[in-house]
């Protein structure tokens, strides 16, 4: 096989996630907080408009770059919610926000150029910059910081090869929501060192403290050098659907468009109808989901704070506790990859070990699951953590 494939890795989450639903199908009672996706169905009204386009025959080739329609409604979308001034040319519709990342990189970084990107992070970023030839300098950010990169690190971490900063807010996995002061900062460092910037907002509407801010939105030098990456699989539980988007520059919107319609082409036709239909649904709908996220992360906070060595903070965003476990290794397990292991076959819990995302000595655990399931999740966990205090 050819060099590349050398760097691949498979995904931990996905690796996680597929363990647990295996141990689940042979019968055991395992509770999931590895998955990266929101567990619930598809608003009717989206699955409606997909299934009309199919009947209507709209199951042939598209735009490249996505429905005209499609496009215009994103554009519409990002000029009113986020402050984004662009038009239908400017956004290309891909096969998931992760394969709008893909191309940006493919398309902007060449062979030893570097990215910034601030850890804990999706563990997804660090081979797409490989797969692109480029090199991932990597700015560890701390708890005590709320898990917000420092404007000297960002600043450090920046050198005569640095190409772009890539960064995801709200942020997989310590859900932190960089604020505003800082957003601005990166938008400032790239104008003062000439850098592309990569936002990848995927979770933006998944917000519970704080606001998002989109990058794009800060000034139009801002504008002129961001690539916003979105999409619908959070915001609309759309995950299998394979669809996202992404603005920027017409230039690069040009050139990852001629890249994709040499890879996958267009996203499938009467897909893109049913994301059209989440465009147009009136906010109530996704406000709900965003409500009861809220309160289940609450509720999973509360409990685990009540389990002595468990360090626990209020995310933001996003769906995820990135919670620090250090006090329970070292003993009988040795870090967070073998508590994980531990916790799935003691306590039938499903976590995900906090170095997959550069941030060792702490686990992620999703509360995108019903608050029974949580319940009872954080009761076992407390249960098998006890026995491992050291
Ligand atoms: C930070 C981040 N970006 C992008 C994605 C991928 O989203 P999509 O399903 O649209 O490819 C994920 C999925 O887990 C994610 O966590």
Not at 192 to 203: P, R
Request: proline share 5%; net charge negative; charged share 20%.
């Amino acid at each position: 096989m050819a060099a590349r494939t050398r760097l691949l890795q498979p995904s931990p989450t996905l690796a996680m996630t597929a363990k647990a639903a295996a141990m689940k199908a042979a019968g055991e009672d395992v509770i999931s907080f590895g998955a990266g996706e929101p567990d619930f169905d598809t608003p009717s009204p989206i699955c409606d408009a997909a299934i009309d386009a199919l009947r209507a025959g709209k199951t042939k080739y598209s735009a490249t770059c996505g429905l005209k329609e499609l496009r215009e409604a994103t554009a519409l979308k990002l000029v009113r919610e986020n402050g984004i001034h662009v038009a239908a040319d400017q956004i290309v519709i891909s096969n998931g926000a992760k394969q709008a990342i893909f191309s940006v990189l493919q398309v902007l970084i060449n062979p030893g150029d570097e990215v910034v990107v601030f850890a804990p992070l999706w563990a997804t970023y660090l081979q797409q910059i490989e797969l692109a030839g480029g090199v991932a300098k990597v700015v560890h950010c701390s708890a005590d910081n709320g898990f917000i990169p420092q404007p000297k690190d960002i600043e450090a971490a920046i050198g005569p090869k640095t190409k772009a900063i890539l960064f995801n807010s709200p942020n997989n996995p310590t859900g932190a929501i960089y604020p505003r002061e800082i957003v601005a900062e990166i938008a400032r460092l790239a104008k003062e060192h000439d850098l592309w910037i990569v936002a990848d907002e995927i979770y933006e509407k998944l917000v519970y403290e704080g606001k998002h801010v989109s990058i794009a939105s800060i000034s139009d030098d801002a504008a002129a050098r961001t690539l916003t990456i979105g999409g619908w699989s959070k915001t609309y539980s759309m995950t299998g659907w394979r669809i996202g988007f992404v603005a920027g520059p017409r230039d690069i919107m040009a050139a990852m468009t001629t890249y994709q319609e040499q890879v996958t082409g267009n996203v499938n036709t009467f897909i893109q109808y049913g994301a059209l239909k989440g465009l147009q649904m009136p906010p109530e709908d996704v406000e709900a989901m965003r409500e009861e996220f809220m309160a289940r992360r609450d509720l999973m906070a509360s409990l685990l704070s009540q389990i002595p060595g468990v360090g626990v903070g209020k995310p933001g965003g996003a769906f995820y506790h990135f919670v620090r476990v250090g006090e329970f290794l070292g003993g009988k397990v040795a870090d967070d990859i073998a508590l994980t292991e531990y916790l799935l076959h003691h306590a039938k819990v499903a976590a995900v070990p906090g170095s997959v995302f550069e941030g060792p000595g702490h686990i992620r655990l999703s509360y995108a699951n019903s608050r029974e399931a949580i319940k009872e999740g954080v009761r076992r966990l407390a249960e098998t953590l006890s026995c491992l205090r050291t």
